[in-house]
């Protein structure tokens, strides 16, 4: 019995053996699942869409970008104002026990407006005097006090200041360009020839706190019909608020 199964058990192996060892047919053989054909205008329509997409998706993205840009900056100037000008009273009612948020604000706001009246009566530019003459008789100190002083003047309502005078264009740095300046104050030249009139005009390079100083003849500075408010706006905003036609006061005088 033992040799029987022996010998069926090598006969299969064989058989086996045999099978796998057989050649294939082509009927054995499966045909494999065949790929679609690859289409160039499939793949170069997925691109255009692709691009279509992006481009709108970038364009709405840099839009919305623009839109809050200013609302931020203007959102968080005036927070950092608020909180700069509420941190000079709010110590004092945070030592009383009142805790009221942006009181300290509307406390300097007042103190600010009854400092410009006191400072317009006579007392209190007597006071104002008194002290700014303390204040040029410190080293150092009496530097930052006239360029702060100066930088004020500019944008002060009181006309009589000795502070941006006109706003002028001039031709600078080369012919053909120009240049917006402030006119501060005027010289006499004396020469062999006559006498010549020069305006000093400041031509700001960084905002308006840093700038250039051109004595420039009066004749061939350009008084456009622009106030020093508007050309302050025009450096501030680096020329975005620049009104579209300037025209010289002289032409306006003589046209009307």
Request: neutral net charge; glycine residues 6%; contains cysteine.
């Amino acid at each position: 019995m033992a040799a029987e199964s022996g010998s069926s058990s090598r006969g299969k192996k064989e058989s086996t053996v045999a099978l796998s060892n057989s050649p294939r047919t082509d009927d054995d053989v499966e045909d494999p699942v065949k790929s679609p054909p690859h289409s160039p205008n499939n793949s170069s329509t997925r691109k255009a869409c692709y691009a279509v997409l992006q481009s709108w998706v970038s364009k709405k993205f840099m839009t919305g970008c623009v839109v809050l840009f200013p609302v931020a900056v203007t959102f968080f100037i005036t927070w950092w104002f608020i909180q700069f000008v509420d941190g000079f009273f709010s110590p004092i009612y945070e030592r009383l026990g009142i805790d009221i948020f942006g009181l300290g604000f509307i406390t300097s706001l007042i103190f600010i407006f009854f400092v410009g009246i006191f400072a317009s009566s006579w007392l209190g530019s007597t006071v104002f005097l008194i002290g700014e003459w303390f204040i040029k008789r410190m080293p150092f100190i009496k530097h930052i006090y006239s360029a702060s002083k100066q930088i004020s003047s500019a944008i002060s309502p009181d006309q009589n200041t000795t502070a941006f005078k006109e706003v002028a264009i001039i031709r600078h740095p080369r012919v053909g360009e120009y240049a917006f300046g402030f006119i501060t104050s005027s010289v006499v030249l004396q020469r062999d020839n006559g006498d010549e009139e020069l305006c000093s005009v400041y031509v700001p390079t960084n905002h308006l706190y840093i700038g250039d100083i051109f004595l420039v003849n009066s004749k061939d500075i350009i008084r456009p019909n622009l106030s020093i408010r508007e050309g302050i706006e025009i450096i501030v905003s680096v020329g975005m608020s620049m009104p579209q036609v300037i025209s010289p006061i002289e032409t306006i005088n003589s046209s009307g």
